[in-house]
């Protein structure tokens, strides 16, 4: 299998729909300088290369009442049972994201609540009663300064713009 290259012109693409995904076409052509239909047809070929997988809205989750955000650490008793925890995860509405991590614990999960009450129904009732979960271990954010999605390469404004790249 071809590895697909991005060039330029698709890294200047992928910075303005990351930046909005709702950015038109034609926007996004005048400043790659190239035509619409090839912005079009570099965006189906990131598409089909799966390079972008898809777009979405974001809601703030304050906005919609779900005000406590915790990152819940789960040690699990058998370590060939991650894919049946992770199916069980799957389940849990509240949980937003889900990574299997090196180190003490298994599994990070990210979880939003409504309150400290329904978090606490979350972990006692739903997720340190799952078959194979031995331990969990939770940690409240109290504020997220920094929320954005992958920087795309664009070396002059990184922060090792600097740097020889020979």
């Not at 299998?1 to 200047?12: E, G, S």
């Not at 370590?79 to 090196?102: A, D, Q, R, S, W």
Request: with cysteine; glycine share 4%; net charge positive.
């Amino acid at each position: 299998m071809v590895k697909y290259q991005i060039d330029a012109i698709d890294q200047k693409i992928l910075s303005f729909l990351i930046k909005n995904a709702r950015t038109p076409f034609l926007e996004i052509a005048r400043e790659c300088g190239v035509s619409g239909a090839a912005i079009h047809q570099r965006v189906k070929r990131l598409e089909s290369n799966g390079i972008i997988t898809g777009s979405r809205i974001l809601v703030k989750p304050q906005a919609i009442g779900l005000n406590i955000c915790a990152f819940v650490s789960i040690s699990i008793s058998e370590g060939n049972k991650y894919p049946e925890v992770v199916e069980e995860l799957k389940k849990i509405n509240e949980v937003v994201e889900c990574h299997f991590v090196t180190g003490k614990y298994a599994l990070l999960v990210k979880i939003y609540c409504f309150d400290h009450d329904h978090l606490m129904q979350v972990l006692v009732n739903t997720l340190q009663k799952m078959p194979f979960v031995q331990s969990t271990d939770t940690m409240i954010s109290l504020d997220q300064p920094i929320e954005r999605q992958i920087w795309v390469k664009e070396y002059q404004n990184t922060s090792f713009s600097s740097r020889n790249r020979d």
